[in-house]
Each structure stands twice: as C-alpha cells, then as structure tokens.
C-alpha cells in the first residue's frame, strides 16, 4: 500500500474515532465509556483503534492536544501581539472547536480533562501575564513567577468561563467573552500587585 493511502486511512480512522468518542460522550459520561463501545460506534476495528492509541484516555490527550496546539498557533499568529486579540482569538478556537470542548467540560465529560485543560491554561496563562487581557503592552500588569495561586486562579477562571459559554450556546460573542473575562482577569492582577 502506498504511504499517501495508507495516511489517508490512518485520517480517516482517527477521524471516525473522534466523532464516535464525541457522540457518545454527548450521550453518557466520558468515565463510563468503553474502548469497544467507541470502535463499534466508530465501526474501526479494536485493532485499528490500538494501532493508533493506547486507550480512550490516551485518545482524548491526543486530541486535546492538538486542539490546544491550534490554539496556541492561533494566538501566536501575526496580529496577535496586542492583549485583546490574543484572547479573542482564544475565544475563537474554543467556538470552531465547540462539540470538542462542550463534551469534555460538560457534565458528561471528565474531571480528568478538566483538570488537563486547566493545567495548559496555566502555562497560557503564564506566557501572556505580560499581555493580559485588557491592558496596554506598555503598561501590563505583573505578579511574581512564583504566585502560582494567582497563575491557577486565573486559568480556573477562564476553564470556568469557556465550560460556561459553550453550556449557554455561546450568548455572547467572542470579544464580548474577551471583554468580560478581561475586566476580571485585570482586577485579580492589579489586586495581586498590591500583595508584594
């Protein structure tokens, strides 16, 4: 078999697994779901699925992280060097991959990915605290590298923030999210100033 049909197939497995794993998590709770129960959905053979990852947690990382590495390219893109268009693009990631992330924060998915999630926005986090939501870049707000606490309180925020706007059908629009988060987002920052 030549590499570009064997890739081809090798996409269209994973692909398959993905949306079972979606829908089925949209149907019962991530924790309950079986290997078997996402191949038969998927109609891939367990062979395939194992092929490609070792089980439904390794499936899930991989997915995740190649949506928080879109993520991180879309917020690393030209344009994005002013603070609010790095978080509307955040914004706009969490929309284009909306079924993702309802299913996996909702009350359906795992506390395991959300703790995941969480994890990776805290190095987010971390990397724009000089670019913060809504401040000038020539004026941002700082705290200490090693203020964890202010670094995770954030980061659960923002975890909180996206769980919820995907549970109301995304009601506001992506700079309207950006907005609101960044008036929270600048007074944590500017209180935690005020610690040192």
Known sequence: MSQPVKNLRLRRTQKLLREAL?????ERNFDALTVGEITERALVSR?????????????VEQIFAE?????????????????????VRFF??????ERLYRALLGRKGSPWFVL??????????KGFQRLSLGQPAANPPTYPDSD??????????LVEAVTWWLEQGRL???????RRCALLVTAIFKETNTWQ
Do not use: C
């Open 22 to 26: 979606v829908e089925l998590i949209e």
């Open 47 to 59: 062979a395939a699925f194992y092929r490609n990852y070792q089980d439904k947690f390794d499936l």
């Open 67 to 87: 949506a928080m590495q879109a993520l991180f390219d879309a917020v690393s893109q030209p344009g994005t060097e002013h603070p609010p268009e790095i978080w």
């Open 92 to 97: 706009e990631h969490i929309a284009e991959y």
């Open 116 to 125: 995941k999630m969480r994890a990776r926005m805290i190095d987010l986090v």
């Open 148 to 157: 964890e606490f202010t670094a995770n309180l954030v980061a659960t925020m």
């Open 172 to 178: 506001y629009s992506s700079e309207e999210m950006t």
